[in-house]
């Protein structure tokens, strides 16, 4: 019963995992797209940089949001 019981958790901690890394990149591209098309001024690369930043920056806290929930799991 107990490998069952590990076998579930484990097949839940995936599938929430994933959720979040998939809601994390969701909102990543997001952000960016709405700086790219909203800060975006003739002759001005800020949109572009700020679009790249958001990108970047979301994707990681996503990772980081996986990983710590891992990790908490492990304890």
Known sequence: ???ILNALKATYNFFVGDVIL???AAVAFLLAT???HFAFAPGSS???ILGAVALIAFIVIGLIATLARELMGRK
Do not use: I
Request: no cysteine; charged share 0%.
């Open 1 to 3: 019963m107990q490998v």
């Open 34 to 36: 709405v700086f790219l």
């Open 46 to 48: 800020t949109g572009n």
């Open 22 to 24: 998939l809601a994390g």
